[in-house]
């Protein structure tokens, strides 16, 4: 069975959301959402179409508060949620380009 990740970019009036299996292959593109129980309801009806809450890793970035009613509304419906600071995020994503690293003999 595949893992699936979903990455969630929160703002104050929607959020955006994208699903990749644990081989990469975009599951369902880009959507947006509303901030809103409402919006919040038909996130898990996709999440609930792709499989076991088990094998669903959510992340979604740290915006000031505006992640956290989501944030408790998938704890509360039992999905592994994690919160990740952007500027983090954005240094990982920057150090996965080890091609420009230094190989002169002074290093």
Known sequence: MSTYYVGIDVSK????????????EII???FDF????????????????????????IVMEATGHYHECLFRYLIA???????????????FKQSEYL???KTDNID
Do not use: M, W
Not at 13 to 24: L, S
Not at 35 to 49: A, H, R, T, W, Y
Not at 77 to 89: D, E, G, L, W
């Open 13 to 24: 009036f929607k959020h955006t959301c994208c699903i990749i299996d644990d081989q990469g």
């Open 28 to 30: 369902k593109k880009s």
């Open 34 to 57: 509303s901030n809103s129980k409402e919006g919040f309801d038909s996130l898990v009806e996709i999440l609930i179409s792709i499989g076991l809450k088990e094998l669903i890793q």
């Open 77 to 91: 419906k039992a999905y592994q949620v994690q919160i990740k600071n952007p500027v983090v995020i954005l240094r």
């Open 99 to 101: 091609d420009k690293a």
